[in-house]
Each structure stands twice: as structure tokens, then as C-alpha cells.
């Protein structure tokens, strides 16, 4: 049966953005053999809040940067389908590098240990 929200959410045009934007998630899931449950996981969702968000049709522009974050790509790229590189001049990577702080435990110490190792070898 299908409920008065549901049927609300159906017409209304951001809903089908979102549904758009999902299947492009579920691809890039798909290519790399990973599941929800990891996609969920790795950007500190819990299960209830990343299923209710795709079943209100309404992801943040922060939540989308949060998914493409856990993927390791730019967000423009979320929003292709897999294997596909192909992008338009306006959508493509900035020329200029930029190096985010690391987001994860596992990154942090990881860049720890290698300063660590860094200052131990300039002290021999």
C-alpha cells in the first residue's frame, strides 16, 4: 500500500534527483564490490539515518561531499557513472593540489608515523 508521503515524494522533482543520485551511488558500490553497510560505516551514519534519508529524498549537499569523501573521489565524479571519465570543461578536477586533512583514525596515524619516522632519520 502506498502511503500519502509516499505518493507526496513521488511528484515532487527533487525526489527524482535523489533517485538519480542513488542509483549513481549504488553503481559506484557496485563497480568496487563494497555495500551499503560500508558506505554507511566509513561516513559515520547509522544504518536508520542513511535508509531514511534516501526514502525522505532529501540528501545535503554536505552528505553528498561526505559520500564522495568515503568513495576517494571529487563529488563532480560521484555524480558519473562508474568508468565513465569523460567530464565537461566546467565539471573537471581544479589544476592546483589540495590536501585535505585526513579524515579517518587510520589516515591520521598513519601520517603520524610517518613524521614520526621523518624527525627519527634527520636525529641519526
Known sequence: MVSALDKEQETRPQHTAVLE???LVDAHLTARKLTDVWLY?????SKG????????????VDVQGDIAAAF????????QQ???EE????ASE????????????????????RELQALKSKLK
Do not use: C, F, H
Not at 49 to 60: E, H, I, K, N, P
Not at 72 to 79: C, I, Q, Y
Not at 87 to 90: G, T, W
Open 94 to 113: 581544479p589544476a592546483a593540489t589540495y590536501q585535505a586533512r585526513p579524515r579517518y583514525l587510520e589516515e591520521r596515524v598513519a601520517d603520524l608515523e
Open 49 to 60: 539515518s542513511y535508509y531514511d534519508m534516501w526514502r525522505r529524498g532529501s540528501v545535503r
Open 87 to 90: 567530464a565537461s570543461s566546467i
Open 72 to 79: 576517494d573521489m571529487p563529488m563532480w565524479k560521484l555524480l
Open 82 to 84: 562508474p568508468g565513465s
Open 21 to 23: 543520485l542513488k542509483a
Open 41 to 45: 560505516t566509513r561516513m559515520g551514519m
